[in-house]
């Protein structure tokens, strides 16, 4: 299975691609990060991930997108940018007809370390470790986004793990922690 992965961002969109299987070794297909211009209007950065992220799907042909679930910060302005993008992304796979997972970031860093309050420099060296990569892969955005697509096959690697109806206990308990604060409705 080839699971393409998209740590959400409008100023760096990090996008990592793995194969493998549940209980298999994974192996790296490709890693970067999409990057839009701060300064351009939010329009043009939009078109500009989603012209990047067809890109990718049309050269990949993934069989399932996994997306990092977006979080409300304190700042408000980051997570609509990140929200954006995720939309961007959910967007994409629509068109070109790839199922689309979601995945908490503790869920993430569970998957990956064993943890899920792991530090990003935890997150990064073991995704080096998994993928046998000579280096960690930089910026941060590039290994969570590696590190996305591990948690994805390791979580049961279906295109629906993820979906409505079958939630992770990670996702799970956000998703209760949204009902209790009124945010009912706000998985997808």
Do not use: Y
């Not at 701060?38 to 997306?67: F, K, N, S, T, Y």
């Not at 990956?112 to 280096?135: C, F, N, W, Y």
């Amino acid at each position: 299975m080839r699971v393409l992965a998209i740590d959400p961002g409008l100023t760096r969109c990090g996008v990592g691609a793995v194969d493998g299987l549940p209980g298999r070794r994974v192996s790296l297909v490709a890693v970067d990060v999409i990057r839009t211009p701060a300064g351009d209007p939010v329009p043009e950065r939009l078109r500009g991930l989603a012209d990047a992220l067809d890109g990718w799907l049309d050269q990949l042909r993934p069989d399932v997108l996994a997306v990092e679930q977006v979080f409300a910060q304190v700042n408000v302005r980051t997570v609509m940018g990140t929200a954006q993008a995720a939309g961007v992304a959910f967007l994409a796979a629509a068109r070109f007809g790839i199922p689309v997972a979601v995945h908490t970031p503790s869920e993430v860093k569970a998957a990956v370390t064993g943890s899920g309050r792991a530090g990003k420099d935890q997150v990064a060296e073991m995704v080096t470790r998994i993928l046998h990569l000579p280096a960690r892969p930089t910026p941060a955005d590039a290994a969570d986004a590696l590190a996305l697509a591990v948690c994805h096959l390791w979580r049961g690697g279906t295109p629906s793990a993820g979906s409505a109806g079958e939630l992770t206990p990670a996702q799970q308990k956000w998703a209760e922690a949204a009902r209790r604060a009124g945010n009912v409705g706000t998985r997808r």
